[in-house]
């Protein structure tokens, strides 16, 4: 089966990541995305692209994919609510994942190595926003390289090491083994996420 993105069938699947989450807040078990033994956030490469304690009761692993437009949705959209409500009331801790589909999304992976440079400079979740807000604008380009760096420059990193890592493909093994955990996990299309047991797909409403 082929990777697809996800439409929300609000009307006929009103459960939302919320909802799963206020059920879900009890639970603590493992991951095939969580690295072995590594509970200091020092030691834990998923820590540049987490939000939310790393002791939360719970992780969530939202697999998605940069150019997805349900992805957009759930990341303008839901996601801040969940924030407020679950991550920074130390209940959840978010992780992102990157599952690109480049055979639906052409620039999804340039994307997710502009966000994982600039997770190298302490700047993961301020290049997400922006690649989330501005994904009209770069996804139709026939070359968004110049567009990402810009973009991803415009937070205040440094902007040559952006361009060099960027340049190096440093960052493609990771993204590479983060969709191979995705795929792994059951995942088949963009957003899923993994809450502690099982998978939600799509960009789910806010509240029941």
């Known amino acids: 089966m082929k990777p697809?993105?996800?439409?929300?069938?609000?009307?006929?699947?009103?459960?939302g990541v919320?909802?799963?989450l206020a059920l879900a807040v009890s639970l603590g078990t493992g991951f095939i995305f969580a690295p072995s033994g590594a509970q200091d956030t020092q030691q834990d490469p998923l820590a540049p692209r987490s939000k939310g304690s790393p002791q939360a009761p719970i992780t969530v692993y939202e697999m998605s994919d940069f150019q997805c437009p349900y992805c957009r949705r759930h990341a303008v959209e839901s996601f801040p609510l969940i924030e407020a409500e679950y991550i920074e009331t130390g209940k959840v801790r978010w992780v992102y994942v990157n599952f690109p589909i480049p055979s639906l999304h052409p620039n999804a992976i340039p994307?997710?190595?502009?966000?994982?440079?600039s997770a190298n400079q302490g700047a993961f979740w301020p290049v997400h926003d922006l690649l989330f807000l501005h994904q009209d604008i770069w996804a139709p380009l026939q070359e968004p390289g110049e567009f990402l760096l810009t973009l991803a420059d415009s937070v205040g990193i440094d902007k040559s090491l952006l361009a060099e890592c960027l340049q190096s493909e440093a960052t493609l093994p990771q993204i590479e083994i983060d969709a191979q955990g995705a795929v792994k996990a059951g995942a088949t299309s963009t957003p899923t996420f993994y809450?502690?047991?099982g998978l939600l797909v799509g960009a789910q409403p806010v509240e029941v």
């Open 111 to 117: 994307a997710a190595q502009t966000a994982m440079c």
């Open 4 to 15: 697809t993105d996800s439409p929300t069938p609000i009307r006929h699947h009103r459960l």
């Open 18 to 20: 919320v909802a799963v």
């Open 195 to 197: 809450i502690e047991g």
